[in-house]
T-cell receptor, first 111, second 115 residues
Framework: EDQVTQSPEALRLQEGESSSLNCSYT??????LFWYRQDPGKGPEFLFT???AGEEKEKERLKATLTKKESFLHITAPKPEDSATYLC????????????FGQGTRLTINP | ETGVTQTPRHLVMGMTNKKSLKCEQH?????MYWYKQSAKKPLELMFV???????ENNSVPSRFSPECPNSSHLFLHLHTLQPEDSALYLC??????????????FGPGTRLTVT
């Protein structure tokens, strides 16, 4: 069974303090690993898809990386507007279109 | 309207009521999904529709009844719910079904409270 574990559960940073969020996964065969951002009271917003180990993608202050067992979401010099819950999900070979989500990391950036 | 829309945004219902949630996608996608998001739990997939045909029912109780009249609209009919069904219900859509790494796009959700 495909599984996703995200850590930490919550993270507080000062504005400008860089850090990383972790997504560990087990999957029969990886079709894709997804990162989403979710603001309170809203639906998840798609950020990145990663397909194979070694792949990296960037968007503004965010960079996602992928290994065979985990993915990291690096946040460089964050701003208060980066505060949100970040969700990781995997799509395995046996899961078809079924995404398996982690429980998320709640990120708070203090000004 | 753009993206994926959901109505109502908030719903309070008693355990004996019957209500429906509506989702509409304006992206030209062919697959639509219902998810349940409870506090401190991962998103749970409930139903998948591909070209109006239900392709997955993730062991959801029969008090939840989905309907997909066309590729742009998805409903979730609710009846005799339990308090533990209180959650954020999210609709999503994607371009293809069974596609590798195809992104799903989510609506804003309906916050459901069962009293």
């Amino acid at each position: 069974e495909d599984q996703v574990t995200q850590s930490p559960e919550a993270l507080r940073l000062q504005e400008g303090e860089s850090s990383s969020l972790n997504c560990s996964y087990t999957v029969s065969g990886l079709r894709g690993l997804f990162w989403y951002r979710q603001d309170p009271g809203k639906g998840p917003e798609f950020l990145f898809t990663l397909y194979s180990a070694g792949e990296e993608k960037e968007k503004e202050r965010l960079k996602a990386t992928l290994t065979k067992k985990e993915s990291f979401l690096h946040i460089t010099a964050p701003k208060p507007e980066d505060s949100a819950t970040y969700l990781c999900a995997v799509q395995g070979i046996q899961g078809a279109q079924k995404l398996v989500f982690g429980q998320g990391t709640r990120l708070t950036i203090n000004p | 309207e753009t993206g994926v829309t959901q109505t109502p945004r908030h719903l309070v219902m008693g355990m004996t009521n019957k209500k429906s949630l509506k989702c509409e996608q304006h992206l030209g996608h062919n697959a639509m999904y219902w998810y349940k998001q409870s506090a401190k739990k991962p998103l749970e997939l409930m139903f998948v529709y591909n070209f109006k045909e239900q392709t997955e029912n993730n062991s959801v109780p029969s008090r939840f009844s989905p309907e997909c009249p066309n590729s742009s609209h998805l409903f979730l009919h609710l009846h005799t719910l339990q308090p533990e069904d209180s959650a954020l219900y999210l609709c999503a859509s994607s371009q293809e079904f069974l596609g590798t790494g195809i992104s799903q796009y989510f609506g804003p959700g309906t916050r459901l409270t069962v009293t």
